[in-house]
């Protein structure tokens, strides 16, 4: 059976975009349709790379134009890894990729992460940067593109759960 919830947070500069979260049966399709678009046709990853074991197990959010058209996707694990994050190119520079990001963040601070991480793509270090994540890595080959891992802390100290 198919979980899914609704995250009404449309960017500033683009309404009419909602973020549904969702489990993999029900995001299967349209985010396995943007992945494929973006890094295996855009970016080169193999295909064979692109989908993986951890699909299953994790919360995805999918964006949603006004005309039920499924335009970006990312994905968070059970640890607080959020990774996955892709937008179709015309989509791109409209805040889609930061009501995802937004998301996955809220999604893993209700579930108690003390810490959101990403392995980023070096080139868009600076968008992670606007949402307080930090590099704490050096740079590192995955699927051979440059990536650093980033990290957000979403628990103050001494607190193991978030207020709320």
């Avoid at 993999?24 to 678009?37: D, G």
């Avoid at 937004?102 to 601070?109: E, F, P, S, T």
Wanted: one cysteine or more; charged letters at 20%.
């Amino acid at each position: 059976m198919s979980k899914q919830t609704s995250i009404i947070k449309p960017p500033a500069a683009q309404t009419g975009v909602r973020v549904d979260l969702l489990d993999w049966p029900a995001a299967q399709a349209s985010a396995s349709r943007i992945r494929l678009e973006v890094f295996v046709r855009e970016q080169g990853v193999p295909a064979e790379l692109e989908m993986d074991a951890h699909d299953g197990a994790s919360l995805h959010a999918l964006a949603v134009a006004g005309d039920g058209a499924a335009i970006g996707t990312g994905r968070l694990l059970r640890d607080g890894h959020i990774g996955r994050m892709a937008v179709l190119r015309e989509w791109r520079h409209r805040r889609v990729g930061a009501a995802l990001l937004d998301a996955l963040i809220a999604a893993a601070r209700q579930r108690g992460c003390p810490e959101a991480i990403v392995n980023a793509q070096t080139y868009v270090t600076a968008f992670y940067e606007r949402a307080g994540f930090i590099v704490s890595s050096g740079v590192f080959d995955e699927a051979g593109i440059p990536h650093v891992e980033m990290r957000l802390a979403l628990v103050q100290a001494g607190r193991s759960r978030p207020p709320g």
